[in-house]
Nanobody, 121 residues
Framework: QVQLVESGGGLVTPGGSLRLSCAAS????????MGWYRQAPGKQRELVAD???????NYANSVKDRFTISRDNAKKMVYLQMNNLKPEDTAVYYC???????????????WGQGTQVTVSS
């Protein structure tokens, strides 16, 4: 089965840093765009950042100049380096990827289970 697994979440104080990782596994033929989304209590899910297979990045205005998304195509992984974290960054962060399976022509949008990031003093 194709799946995404996030790791690296945790509790940090304001101004701290955290690096999230997401690994794709299973019968994957190719991966197009990968990204990170987050959802805070009482708020709708929002795009944090995404990155194409060629390395083009896109960021939400709220995280520009603080977060950096990157990927390793050989390892089928995507990362999110988060610096100068603020309490409003507290949320469950979800990894997302648009993939194609071996032997299947359709593209699929898959999600990880989420990892909790809490920024509090």
């Amino acid at each position: 089965q194709v799946q995404l697994v996030e790791s690296g979440g945790g509790l940090v104080t304001p101004g701290g840093s955290l690096r999230l990782s997401c690994a794709a596994s299973g019968s994957i033929f190719s991966i197009n765009t990968m990204g990170w989304y987050r959802q805070a209590p009482g708020k709708q899910r929002e795009l944090v950042a995404d990155i194409t297979s060629s390395g083009r990045t896109n960021y939400a205005n709220s995280v520009k100049d603080r977060f950096t998304i990157s990927r390793d195509n050989a390892k089928k992984m995507v990362y999110l380096q988060m610096n100068n974290l603020k309490p409003e960054d507290t949320a469950v962060y979800y990894c997302n990827a648009n993939i194609r399976k071996w032997g299947v022509t359709d593209w699929y949008n898959i999600w990880g289970q989420g990892t909790q990031v809490t920024v509090s003093s």
